[in-house]
C-alpha cells in the first residue's frame, strides 16, 4: 500500500483508470445523497481533498472547499472548523470522510450550522470501525482508531492538528453511536433525518482512493455482484464487516 498525499497524483490515478473499481465505490459513496438535494439548491462539500464528488452529484451549485490551494477547488485554504462563509449560506453541506480527520469535531457540526439555512441538511458519508476495518487500519497503518477519547471536549484535538490527513476512525462512533449523548451535545443545533451502514467488499477491492494497494479488476457487474454481498453481510453483521456510514442532520431553527 502506498499511501497519496498528493491530491494530483490521486486525481490523475482515478481519471486513467483502466478499471471501473474505485470509481463504482465512490459512486455509492456520493450518489446516494442526491436524494436528499434539490435542483436549486446552494451547497458545498468541505473537507473535499482530490475533490471527485462533482463527478456524482447532480446539483449544478455545488462547490468544492478544502484546506488545500488545489486548481480544482472553488473555495482553497478553508478550515471546516471557522469557514469564513457568511451565516445561512448554503442548504446543504457535504462531508465525506473527513470528519474522522477533524481535529475538534464539535467546533466543525457548529460551524455547519452556523452556515447552514433554514431546513439545511449536513450529508455524511463516514467511517464506521468494525473489527475488519480495525484490521485494514492497522494493516495499512494510515490512519488509527482511539475510541478512549471523549469526542464532545472541545479542548482536546482528536487528530493530529499539523496533519490534515491524520484521522480517527473511531470518532464517528463516539459521535453517532450513543444518540443520547448525541442528544445532549448537538440535539439543540440538528435532527438525524437519516442513517444507513453501508460498504465493505466495495472498499477493499476498490485500489485505494488516496492510497495505492492490490485490488481485482473487475467490470461493472461483478462489482455489482459484490455491493449486493456487501449489503448483505453489512446489514447482518455491521459490528465485523461494516465499513461505512451514510448520515444526514437537519438542521433545527
Known amino acids: 500500500m502506498n499511501f497519496i498525499a498528493d491530491t494530483k497524483i490521486a486525481r490523475d490515478l482515478y481519471y486513467s483508470a483502466k478499471y471501473p473499481n474505485v470509481k463504482f465505490l465512490l459512486e ?3 450518489s446516494w445523497m442526491n436524494n436528499f438535494i434539490d435542483d436549486e439548491d446552494e451547497g458545498i462539500e468541505v473537507g473535499s481533498g482530490a475533490g471527485f464528488a462533482k463527478d456524482f ?8 472547499t478544502d484546506l488545500g490551494d488545489d486548481k480544482h477547488l472553488d473555495f482553497k485554504n478553508i478550515d471546516a472548523q471557522s469557514t469564513g462563509f457568511e451565516k445561512e449560506s448554503f ?4 462531508a465525506s470522510n473527513m470528519i474522522h480527520h477533524i481535529p475538534y469535531p464539535v467546533k466543525f457540526f457548529k460551524e455547519m450550522n452556523r452556515i447552514l439555512k433554514k431546513n439545511g441538511k449536513l450529508i455524511i458519508f463516514e467511517s464506521y470501525c468494525s473489527i475488519a476495518f480495525q484490521l485494514v487500519t492497522m494493516i495499512m497503518k494510515h490512519e ?8 464532545w471536549d472541545e479542548k482536546i484535538a482528536k487528530s493530529d492538528e499539523k496533519n490534515a490527513w ?3 476512525i473511531a470518532v464517528p462512533h463516539l459521535i453517532f453511536d450513543d444518540k443520547k449523548k448525541f442528544q ?30 492490490r485490488c481485482i479488476p ?36
Not at 445532549?184 to 494497494?213: D, H, M, P, R, W
Open 184 to 213: 445532549e451535545n448537538l440535539g439543540q443545533l440538528y435532527n438525524l433525518e437519516y442513517e444507513k451502514f453501508a460498504e465493505c467488499l466495495i472498499f477493499l477491492n476498490s485500489g485505494g482512493v488516496t492510497s495505492k494497494t
Open 91 to 94: 442548504n446543504y453541506v457535504i
Open 218 to 253: 473487475m467490470n461493472r457487474f461483478f462489482l455489482n455482484i459484490l455491493h449486493t454481498i456487501d449489503k448483505v453481510i453489512v446489514k447482518l453483521f455491521p459490528n465485523i464487516f461494516c465499513m461505512g456510514r451514510r448520515i444526514v442532520l437537519k438542521k433545527i431553527d
Open 28 to 30: 455509492k459513496r456520493f
Open 57 to 64: 452529484i447532480k446539483n449544478k451549485n455545488l462547490k468544492l
Open 144 to 151: 488509527g482508531f482511539d475510541f478512549t477519547l471523549n469526542v
Open 166 to 168: 491524520h484521522g480517527n
